[in-house]
């Protein structure tokens, strides 16, 4: 879910995303997709074969692996505290 792709964001971690078919987890790793982030496979599609070769490429190939953990950080907006902090003052006023 959000929270996964969250962490993985905020660690940089080189992903595989595999999102539920027919739901918004299909939008979401669309968007990493997208932005060279993360490699996507579609339960659809998938097989054995498939997730074993994605797999191997993320591992085997450093300029590949990388990229995605660069990429994925740049994906979500992942350190609010500066806006956290704005907000609890703007509720509690500037005391």
Not at 40 to 64: D, W
């Amino acid at each position: 879910g959000m929270s996964t792709l969250t962490e993985l964001s905020q660690m940089g971690m080189p992903s595989l995303l595999i999102p539920m078919p027919d739901s918004h987890q299909e939008e979401n790793a669309q968007i990493f997709a997208d932005a060279d982030a993360a490699v996507v496979l579609h339960q659809k599609n998938l097989n054995k074969e498939l997730f074993i070769s994605e797999i191997k490429k993320i591992i085997l190939n450093p300029e590949l692996k990388n990229k995605l953990c660069e990429k994925i950080k740049t994906v979500m907006k992942v350190d609010a505290s500066r806006e956290v902090v704005d907000i609890i003052i703007k509720l509690v006023g500037d005391k």
